[in-house]
């Protein structure tokens, strides 16, 4: 399994960033871990769930409800702001999921249409090292399914990282920021469903 996958990471939650979602209109975040594998190309990801090591890997995971309450769904990655980083940074994670009602690409082309104008503000600009959003694909949804996990609700990931945390602060207490976020959910409705927090990350694999 190891020869296909070239980095794997482990995102834990940590609760630094949690009083600063409401005023970002954000509710606190359910427990959630995101384990995020990336390949060369798809025919390598395919093969990592036909490969009988991680298939045995998924029995055994059931037991703590490994593939019945999961979210899996390969991605398009996008890097909006992409700087040099050091070994001491601090990440932002927030996987938003398609309110009831709202198609799927009119979901996308909103949230395309949010970030475009929020990467640009100088907040974020001035504070942050990275601002990624990942795209939900359909890519691998016919071995997704065949590996037994259930089909993934419309999901987008955007994924942020600093200096430190004083930084992010900045960007969450900025009053254009803030207007940003009571105008999404405007468009959007409340993030119920949504999940926005601190995350610590582990590095499992890099042949970077």
Same mark, same amino acid.
């Given at each position: 399994?190891?020869?296909?996958?070239? @980095?794997?990471?482990?995102?834990?939650?940590?609760?630094?960033?949690?009083?600063?979602?409401?005023?970002?209109?954000? #509710?606190?975040?359910? #427990?959630?871990?995101?384990?995020?594998?990336?390949?060369?190309?798809?025919?390598?990801?395919?093969?990592?769930?036909?490969? &009988?090591?991680?298939?045995?890997?998924?029995?055994?995971?059931?037991?703590?409800?490994?593939?019945?309450?999961?979210?899996?769904?390969?991605?398009?990655?996008?890097? @909006?702001?992409?700087?040099?980083?050091?070994?001491?940074?601090?990440?932002?994670?927030?996987?938003?999921?398609?309110?009831?009602?709202?198609?799927?690409?009119?979901?996308?082309?909103?949230?395309?249409?949010?970030?475009?104008?929020?990467?640009?503000?100088?907040?974020?600009?001035?504070?942050?090292?990275?601002?990624?959003?990942?795209?939900?694909?359909?890519?691998?949804?016919?071995?997704?399914?065949?590996?037994?996990?259930?089909?993934?609700?419309?999901?987008?990931?955007?994924?942020?990282?600093?200096?430190?945390?004083?930084?992010?602060?900045?960007?969450?207490?900025?009053?254009?920021?803030?207007?940003?976020?009571?105008?999404?959910?405007?468009?959007?409705?409340?993030?119920?469903?949504?999940?926005?927090?601190?995350?610590?990350?582990?590095?499992? &694999?890099?042949?970077?």
């Amino acid at each position: 399994m190891q020869r296909h996958i070239r @980095k794997l990471e482990v995102m834990y939650m940590n609760n630094i960033f949690d009083e600063h979602l409401e005023a970002l209109g954000l #509710p606190k975040p359910k #427990p959630v871990v995101v384990i995020a594998a990336e390949t060369e190309t798809p025919e390598e990801m395919a093969a990592v769930f036909r490969d &009988l090591q991680f298939l045995e890997l998924l029995k055994e995971g059931d037991k703590f409800g490994f593939r019945s309450d999961c979210c899996v769904f390969s991605a398009d990655v996008t890097k @909006k702001i992409d700087k040099p980083t050091g070994n001491d940074t601090v990440r932002v994670m927030c996987v938003f999921k398609i309110p009831p009602g709202l198609l799927n690409e009119e979901f996308q082309q909103k949230v395309e249409g949010f970030v475009e104008r929020n990467v640009d503000h100088p907040a974020n600009r001035n504070n942050l090292l990275e601002y990624t959003i990942w795209r939900q694909t359909e890519t691998m949804d016919g071995e997704i399914s065949a590996s037994g996990y259930p089909p993934s609700d419309p999901t987008f990931v955007l994924f942020l990282e600093a200096d430190n945390w004083d930084r992010i602060i900045q960007i969450a207490q900025d009053p254009e920021i803030q207007k940003m976020g009571a105008e999404a959910r405007q468009q959007f409705g409340p993030a119920t469903d949504s999940s926005c927090f601190g995350a610590n990350i582990v590095t499992k &694999l890099d042949k970077h």
